[in-house]
């Protein structure tokens, strides 16, 4: 069976609107004046869809190949979608609350978009924020080698044998079952690692061990500084649609924050006691740092 891969946001669009109890029974919901691509059996397909479309699957169309395969898969939402209303597939509550699913997720996706649009960043706000990223990744890229423990007892035996005149990659090879993390990095730089791991990096020598475990949220790390590599960072104009992109995030990110800081939110009777704890705002899995994990 062909698998269809569709922007979430146009699977919703196209296949959300023909739910049960909504009246607009079209499969595409959009204004009857708008510039049209295609149609299908009937279905008028707007030009700004196919353009969304395209973006999703980077294609450019106005390169012929490329319009001819948008077109073809804005074709391929439309006869699902059509197929999905001559089944009565809507009429499954499971199969309604699919569809709904993935319209909320696109319309999430598009309103966080639109955060993001009515908060201009000027070039003076990334320039700073660019100056900010490069103060803070500081003037090395590490290459450092590391044990990492859960237990600080298990650390100190492997410092132990760093004290005895062992070298690293001996005792990196007899611990490395026992460690929660065996693992060499390469071109790390500071504001990448948690920060007392960090300092002890920058305090260390080329080819030198850590004497003592150093402690982190991850456990105790037991560290060899293989090489401090100077770091050149890029120049703004390179890296400037990244830096605008990442502050844009944030800002969606802290619209979000605040929307769930002011939301009223209520259980059905009997179903809080099933809520492990309340909604929050910590940082996920992605936002903590690489090392250590």
């Known amino acids: 069976m062909q698998k269809f891969i569709f922007p979430l946001c146009l699977l ?4 959300g609107c023909s739910q049960g109890g909504n ?28 353009e969304t479309l395209a973006r999703g699957h980077n ?6 190949d490329q319009r001819e395969q948008a077109l073809k898969l804005a074709m391929d939402l439309v006869l699902m979608a059509q197929a999905a209303q001559r089944e009565n597939f809507f009429a499954d509550p499971q199969f309604q609350a699919d569809v709904e699913a993935v319209r909320l997720k696109g319309v999430a996706d598009a309103t966080i978009g639109a955060f993001e649009k009515q908060t201009p960043i000027g070039e003076d706000v990334l320039k700073a924020q660019y100056d900010t990223e490069i103060g803070q990744a500081g003037k090395f890229e590490y290459d450092f080698g590391q044990l990492l423990f859960a237990d600080e007892g298990d650390a ?9 005149g062992k070298p690293f990659p001996q005792v990196f090879d007899a611990w490395r079952s026992k460690a929660k993390q065996a693992k060499a990095f390469s071109r790390v730089r500071a504001n990448q690692l948690p920060p007392a791991l960090a ?23 037991v560290v060899h500084l293989d090489i401090a590599n100077p770091f050149t960072p890029p120049p703004f104009e390179q890296v400037k649609p990244g830096v605008r992109r990442s502050m844009q ?7 979000l924050e605040k929307l769930r800081e002011q939301a009223k939110v209520e259980y ?26």
Do not use: C, Y
């Open 59 to 64: 294609l450019h169309l106005d390169k012929p």
């Open 199 to 221: 300092k002890t990096l920058a305090d260390m020598k080329n080819g030198e061990t850590a004497k003592v475990p150093v402690k982190t949220e991850f456990g105790w790390h």
């Open 249 to 255: 995030l944030k800002i969606g990110q802290q619209r």
């Open 268 to 293: 059905p009777p009997g179903m809080a006691s099933m809520v492990a704890k309340p909604i929050t705002t910590t940082p996920t899995a992605e936002e903590k740092p690489a090392v250590g994990k």
């Open 156 to 164: 100190l035996k492997a410092e132990d044998d760093i004290l005895a």
């Open 12 to 15: 919703g669009m196209i296949a």
């Open 23 to 50: 009246t607009d029974t079209r499969v595409i919901q959009f204004p009857a004046d708008v510039p049209l691509a295609e149609t299908v059996n009937g279905t008028p397909v707007p030009q700004a869809l196919l």
